[in-house]
């Protein structure tokens, strides 16, 4: 990817692959801009205080934006092209943040972080067409980061206990099984564009890990396996990579640090059809 060294925050692929979400920190501001794979330069598509982390929608044709720095708990709608001004879907509870995960495949549910400044931090879906949320993991931990599958069904999302996380596999309707994925501490799950395999970082390390899944009534999970190591990882920031259609990892690389403080950039790796890097 042809960017220049910046301040990059949460680099989103779009589903089709075409497309290249990601934010970057000013003193005051934060950016939300566009990389197309078709064009020479990226396009700022938003500017203001309260950008949280993007969600793509399946036709890759809008993102869904959080907020709630300023106190405006709030999900928003962007399209890509067209409209220069952010539609309001959704208003949650004041005090909270709201942050999007991801898109059911229907494009009918976000799924959603709420996370309330006082602990409480769970995961809900909102329904686009109603504007209305409801819970899907809501327990006395911090549960964060949800990722569904390619068929929307199951739902990968780190849970953070007693000062650790793991990375944890349910369905996203109630009623099914709860999986550990992660057998050391775990975050930041991702799919692979096929649903075989369940991408996390280990927790408090620059490393990332696979695990191959079987989906069934009761999936089948492989012993997790390193496969990128020395791989940029911040704690204060929410989202570190994302996994392509054509199997690309899209990763944040430190570089250094300037008088704007640390030098990023975006860089991809190729998998190969055992999963491992090329």
């Known amino acids: 990817f042809d960017l220049p060294p910046g ?24 950016e939300l801009w566009l990389y197309s ?44 092209h067209g409209a220069e001004t952010p539609r309001v879907l959704f208003e949650g509870e004041q005090g909270c943040f709201l942050t999007p995960s991801a898109v059911t495949p229907d494009g009918k549910t976000i799924i959603a972080v709420v996370d309330d400044k006082l602990g409480r931090v769970d995961i809900i879906r909102v329904d686009v067409g109603a504007g209305a949320a409801r819970d899907v993991i809501a327990t006395a931990a911090v549960e964060t980061q949800p990722a569904l599958d390619p068929n929307g069904k199951w739902m990968a999302f780190a849970q953070h ?55 069934a009534d009761e ?10 190591d020395d791989f940029y990882w911040d704690s204060n920031k929410h989202y570190h990579y994302d996994v392509a259609a054509d199997g690309r990892i899209l990763t944040l690389v430190d570089i250094g640090s300037s008088e704007l403080g640390r030098e990023l950039r975006v860089q991809s790796t190729w998998l190969d059809e055992a999963g491992s890097p090329r």
């Open 161 to 215: 206990r007693e000062g650790q996380a793991q990375v944890y596999l349910t369905t996203l309707e109630a009623g099914g099984p709860l999986l550990q994925v992660s057998h050391q501490p775990g975050k930041d799950p991702k799919w692979a564009a096929d649903g075989k395999s369940i991408y996390y970082l280990r927790d408090g390390t620059r490393q990332l890990w696979a695990v191959d899944v079987e989906l």
């Open 37 to 80: 794979t078709e064009s020479e330069a990226p396009r700022r598509l938003l500017r203001r205080s309260d950008i949280l982390t993007p969600a793509w929608s399946p036709a890759s044709d809008r993102l869904y934006i959080g907020s709630g720095l300023s106190g405006d708990p709030v999900l928003h709608e962007l399209m890509v």
């Open 7 to 30: 301040s990059y925050e949460s680099p989103r692929v779009s589903p089709d692959g075409r497309y290249v979400s990601y934010l970057t920190q000013g003193p005051d501001l934060t």
């Open 219 to 228: 999936p089948t999970l492989g012993t997790p396996r390193l496969l990128l």
